[in-house]
């Protein structure tokens, strides 16, 4: 998020890339106004629990939708994303809401309360089932709490720690500028290797779950690295594939993966 109507590059944001953007202009947020020490402040940041964690997320995925152009419900891209999503509220556990992002960004992201995003550009970019590879991708960092790990460090690691503690038992609410600085932590975060693979066999058995050709997987990361021009740079590209040194590699474990269960390529 480097500017107030950019989105973030992930999270989750993949988050909690979050996971993943924009002031609050009309939002009444309530601010605990209790004088705490920064350092009695970090301390309690460290020990948020998982449940402040996700109320925090609900919290940064409100103020998202708010502040970048979510698609209207009759508009060709929410219709489109609705279809494919139409079987897919709930899965592995998970109550899952999707929404699309007006902007030509190629990007996704997904948040550990549920929330998954997929810009318009990815759309336009990819089939529907290469969009079903990405987004069972971005579940999966839900799915091993990818997310919400990420989007709790960034709590903490940013200016944030200073502000945010768990007071009473409730979260403290986050201000516009606190809003605004937890999103570059979240812009600038990435997973590791180990991290991202799990989450490509995530999306592999996604697909596989819901009756798609788990190859699409494999076509969806090659139609990132076609469209970056074989370079991890930029957007979503960069977030999917920065914490690999050979994309075509991950490129051809999805693809040798599906071979090796039975599954052609399809053509297109």
Same mark, same amino acid.
């Given at each position: $998020? #480097?500017?107030?109507? $950019?989105?973030? #590059?992930?999270?989750?944001?993949?988050?909690?890339?979050?996971? !993943?953007?924009?002031?609050?202009?009309?939002?009444?947020?309530?601010?605990? =106004?209790?004088?705490?020490?920064?350092?009695?402040?970090?301390?309690?940041? +460290?020990?948020?629990?998982?449940?402040?964690?996700?109320?925090?997320?609900?919290?940064?995925?409100?103020?998202?939708?708010?502040?970048?152009?979510?698609?209207?419900?009759?508009?060709?891209? @929410?219709?489109?994303?609705?279809?494919?999503?139409?079987?897919?509220?709930?899965?592995?556990?998970?109550?899952?809401?999707?929404?699309?992002?007006? +902007?030509?960004?190629?990007?996704?992201?997904?948040?550990?309360?549920?929330? +998954?995003?997929?810009? @318009?550009?990815?759309?336009? %970019?990819? !089939?529907?089932?290469?969009?079903?590879?990405?987004i069972g991708h971005e579940i999966g960092h839900?799915?091993?709490?990818?997310? /919400?790990?990420?989007?709790?460090?960034?709590?903490?690691?940013?200016?944030? #720690?200073?502000?945010?503690?768990?007071?009473?038992?409730?979260?403290? %609410?986050?201000?516009?500028?606190?809003?605004?600085?937890?999103?570059?932590?979240?812009?600038?975060?990435?997973?590791?290797?180990?991290?991202?693979?799990?989450?490509?066999?995530y999306g592999y058995k996604f697909l596989k779950?819901?009756?798609?050709?788990?190859?699409? $997987?494999?076509?969806?990361?090659?139609?990132?690295?076609?469209?970056?021009g074989g370079a991890s740079e930029g957007g979503?590209?960069?977030?999917?594939?920065? !914490?690999?040194?050979?994309?075509?590699? /991950?490129?051809?474990?999805?693809?040798?993966?599906?071979?090796?269960?039975?599954?052609?390529?399809?053509? =297109?």
């Amino acid at each position: $998020m #480097k500017t107030p109507n $950019m989105i973030t #590059k992930s999270l989750l944001l993949s988050a909690a890339l979050a996971t !993943s953007a924009v002031l609050c202009a009309n939002a009444q947020i309530k601010l605990n =106004s209790k004088t705490v020490g920064a350092a009695t402040k970090a301390v309690k940041a +460290v020990t948020l629990s998982n449940e402040d964690v996700i109320e925090y997320t609900k919290e940064y995925i409100q103020w998202m939708d708010e502040h970048n152009p979510v698609a209207p419900a009759d508009d060709e891209f @929410a219709i489109r994303l609705k279809n494919l999503t139409a079987n897919l509220q709930n899965y592995d556990g998970l109550n899952l809401n999707y929404k699309v992002y007006l +902007v030509k960004d190629v990007n996704a992201f997904a948040c550990a309360d549920g929330s +998954v995003r997929v810009c @318009a550009g990815l759309m336009q %970019a990819m !089939s529907d089932n290469e969009v079903l590879g990405v987004i069972g991708h971005e579940i999966g960092h839900v799915k091993n709490t990818d997310s /919400r790990d990420a989007f709790k460090s960034a709590l903490m690691t940013s200016a944030l #720690k200073d502000g945010v503690s768990s007071q009473g038992g409730t979260a403290a %609410a986050l201000s516009d500028s606190q809003l605004g600085e937890l999103g570059e932590q979240v812009a600038n975060m990435s997973f590791s290797r180990k991290q991202e693979s799990i989450a490509d066999d995530y999306g592999y058995k996604f697909l596989k779950d819901n009756n798609i050709n788990p190859w699409y $997987m494999s076509m969806a990361f090659q139609r990132l690295l076609d469209l970056s021009g074989g370079a991890s740079e930029g957007g979503f590209t960069k977030k999917l594939m920065s !914490s690999h040194p050979d994309t075509q590699k /991950r490129v051809d474990e999805m693809a040798k993966k599906a071979t090796k269960d039975g599954f052609e390529k399809p053509t =297109s």
